[in-house]
């Protein structure tokens, strides 16, 4: 029975993910900043460990926790929506912290045991912003863009040890709270030069009707985990479907 660990599973993908492995027979290590037991179904085969993928200390607690794996889906990161302009550079920090630097971090913790044994995956969560840009993104699509590269990148090296790198690149879900922890980051609001901007934006979000579901990025996500032949790059989504070159 194979075992697979996915970091950011307290909503959203993950936790959806971490419930569509458990369904299909998967062990399942679902890592968290805080640890929620009610976030999944109780199973033998699920195990919820405090994970914060900004600190190298719970890194290397969490991976000695795990213990051997087969799949490692780095699923954990933040958004931010805002103008540059409107920006702290505190903010910016902390979205590389979490989204780039958290994703290598992961990815480099666990890399001996995958390349001792000569086996394992690891499929890093993306976005379809690095697919077609869009304003008041550019913080957060430079922080998923540079893991796409980084992912083409690895995928390269870790081949003569039968390691696979793949990336999955889920559109907008509405019914993740992605929208409303990104807003929550403008600090004091959208400048007012880009007021017109953000409105039209926002407007063209509510008019949207090809959107994507947490079923396809775990669908996406099992693909990339147990199919070899499957592209490095994953769309999941009507709408990041229909973006892909």
């Not at 991976?63 to 799949?71: E, K, L, Q, S």
């Not at 001792?116 to 008041?136: C, D, H, M």
């Not at 390269?156 to 793949?166: A, D, G, M, Q, Y």
Request: aromatic residues 6%.
């Amino acid at each position: 029975m194979k075992t697979i660990l996915i970091t950011g599973c307290s909503s959203g993908f993950g936790r959806d993910t971490a419930r569509y492995f458990l369904e299909r027979e998967w062990n399942v290590v679902a890592t968290m900043r805080a640890p929620d037991p009610d976030v999944l179904p109780r199973s033998d085969r699920l195990r919820i460990v405090a994970l914060d993928v900004t600190d190298p200390e719970s890194i290397r607690r969490a991976v000695d926790a795990a213990g051997p794996i087969d799949v490692l889906v780095n699923n954990a990161g933040i958004g931010v929506l805002n103008a540059l302009e409107g920006m702290a550079m505190d903010t910016v920090r902390e979205v590389f912290e979490t989204n780039t630097f958290g994703t290598i971090a992961m990815t480099q913790a666990v890399l001996p045991q995958f390349r001792q044994r000569q086996a394992g995956v690891v499929v890093n969560v993306t976005s379809s912003v690095t697919l077609k840009w869009l304003p008041l993104l550019s913080v957060y699509t430079a922080s998923k863009a540079a893991i796409n590269a980084f992912s083409e990148t690895l995928a390269l090296e870790l081949t003569p040890f039968n390691v696979r790198v793949r990336v999955v690149l889920p559109g907008r879900a509405p019914e993740t709270r992605f929208s409303e922890h990104a807003r929550g980051r403008m600090q004091n609001g959208i400048p007012e030069p880009y007021a017109d901007l953000a409105q039209r934006v926002f407007a063209g979000w509510e008019q949207a009707t090809a959107v994507t579901r947490s079923l396809d990025v775990a669908e996406a996500i099992w693909r990339a985990a147990t199919d070899p032949a499957c592209p490095i790059r994953l769309a999941a989504g009507e709408d990041a479907i229909a973006l892909m070159p």
